[in-house]
């Protein structure tokens, strides 16, 4: 399998994340050799996480890049925001959040956080296939 890959810049901010998951739900079904069931939702669901956290605290602009290598699948999310993720005590009871890095960092292989010298960062994830 050669190396595929798609950018998609969501334009606003409820139906980008949407538009997010339904993108990466056509480029996961158009990979050969078919990407297993749980590997997909495994994506999606990193995916998800990565443009609602570039939306909420990146700036409200985000830009979703997918590559699919032989064995994995990487999710790369560009916002202008400065602040890299960072691990926090979730909150249970007022609903400020707090899961979401540490569940992309339990279902990656590998994420990293590059900051760029313009400004903004790119929030990557490195996922099984």
Known sequence: ??????????VCATASVAGAR???????????????????????????????NALRHGGGTSTLD???????????V?????????LRSPDLNGGAGGFGWPMVNHLARAT???????????VSALLDR
């Open 112 to 122: 990293a956080v590059t900051r760029h010298p313009t400004g903004g960062k790119t």
């Open 1 to 10: 399998m050669n190396t595929m890959s798609i950018t998609v810049t969501p």
């Open 78 to 86: 560009h916002d202008d925001g400065p602040r890299a993720p960072r």
């Open 66 to 76: 997918l590559t699919a290598h032989p064995g994995a699948v990487e999710v790369a």
């Open 22 to 52: 339904e993108t990466t739900r056509h480029f996961l079904h158009d990979l050969l050799p078919v990407i297993a069931a749980e590997a997909a939702d495994t994506v999606i669901l990193v995916v998800s996480e990565l443009v609602t």
